[in-house]
């Protein structure tokens, strides 16, 4: 919850989250899934890992991306 606070607060993509249980711990884990753009992997990476210090981030490039994403600048 800390990590997604965080990120909505200085982010204005989407975010979504998707509980389950680790296949090795057995743990309860959160998955999060979001698309930001190349200039802002690095900025975001650091603040999730700022947040939650054990946090696991995987990137890779889309192949193709279709919909809206471009959201107005806060005011």
């Known amino acids: 919850d800390e990590v997604i606070q965080a990120y909505v607060a200085e982010y204005r993509h989407g975010l979504s989250r998707v509980d389950g249980v680790g296949g090795y711990s057995g743990k309860k884990i959160s998955l999060l899934h979001t698309v930001v753009?190349?200039?802002?992997?690095?900025?975001i990476a650091k603040l999730m890992r700022k947040t939650d210090p054990h946090a696991v981030i995987n990137t890779f490039k889309s192949q193709d991306f279709y919909?809206?994403?471009y959201l107005k600048p806060i005011e």
Request: hydrophobic share 20%; proline share 0%.
């Open 67 to 69: 919909g809206g994403f």
């Open 37 to 43: 753009s190349s200039y802002e992997i690095q900025d």
